[in-house]
């Protein structure tokens, strides 16, 4: 079973501290996904990386940014959290099997990160 | 931009009676159609998906049907259960960079609540 695992369930930080959210996966997945969920807004996409050191701008990357050192891990990071950014951070990772392929998105179990 | 609509935001149904929710896309070049399910505090699981080349797909009570002319797509909930209750995205997905990455793009939920 794949397992997406995200370093903290909970988290509370100051407005203008530096964020690190990590993610890690046990599958070899190549594409890996931050995500922020809102009420009502759903899931929006900050950023992707399709490979180690690739990464994507999603729909709303302003104020993050991504690190993608090790295949396994993909890094969020808010480099001067503002209490906009309070929010529930999802990671996701899948395997792609072929080009042009579509295969389900795993996903964590969420960050809810706070900024006071 | 890509958008995906759902509707409603909020559904409420006796035991034992059918759900329907229904999402629409904007981006024609759509072909990967999943549903997830999110119950309170949990990571969103994938429940059943659809690929454009189908026009309907059964999973025991789960049910999807996809009009690719209308670019609409349903989730159908028959006999539900109160462990049913949840939260259901639905998501449709372009693929990019030479189909390497499948890039979601989440409605924005329906809370849904079975009554016993």
């Known amino acids: 079973d794949v397992k997406v695992t995200q370093s903290s369930r909970y988290l509370v930080k100051r407005t203008g501290e530096k964020v690190f959210l990590e993610c890690v996966q046990d599958?070899?997945?190549?594409?890996m996904f931050w995500y922020r969920q809102d009420p009502g807004l759903g899931l929006r996409l900050i950023y992707f990386?399709?490979?180690?050191?690739?990464?994507e701008k999603g729909d709303i990357p302003e104020g993050y940014s991504v690190s993608r050192e090790k295949k396994e891990r993909f890094s969020l990071i808010l480099e001067s959290a503002s209490t906009n950014q309070t929010s529930m951070y999802l990671c996701?990772?899948?395997?792609?099997?072929?080009?042009?392929?579509?295969?389900?998105?795993?996903f964590g179990d969420g960050t809810r990160l706070s900024i006071l | 931009g890509e958008n995906v609509e759902q509707h409603p935001s909020t559904l409420s149904v006796q035991e034992g009676d059918s759900a329907v929710i229904k999402c629409t896309y904007s981006d024609s070049a759509s072909n990967y159609f999943p549903w997830y399910k999110q119950e309170l505090g949990k990571r969103p699981q994938l429940i059943i998906d659809?690929?454009?080349?189908?026009g309907e797909k059964k999973d025991q009570r789960i049910a999807v049907t996809l009009n690719k002319t209308a670019k609409h797509f349903s989730l159908h909930i028959t006999e539900t259960q109160p462990e049913d209750s949840a939260v259901y995205f639905c998501?449709?997905?372009?693929?990019?960079?030479?189909?390497?990455?499948?890039?979601?793009?989440f409605g924005t939920g329906t809370l849904l609540a079975v009554q016993p």
């Open positions: 998501a449709a997905s372009t693929p990019r960079y030479g189909g390497a990455t499948n890039k979601l793009i």
């Open positions: 990386s399709y490979d180690v050191k690739m990464k």
């Open positions: 659809i690929r454009s080349n189908v």
């Open positions: 599958m070899d997945h190549e594409n």
């Open positions: 996701a990772s899948i395997y792609v099997t072929g080009r042009n392929s579509n295969q389900p998105q795993h």
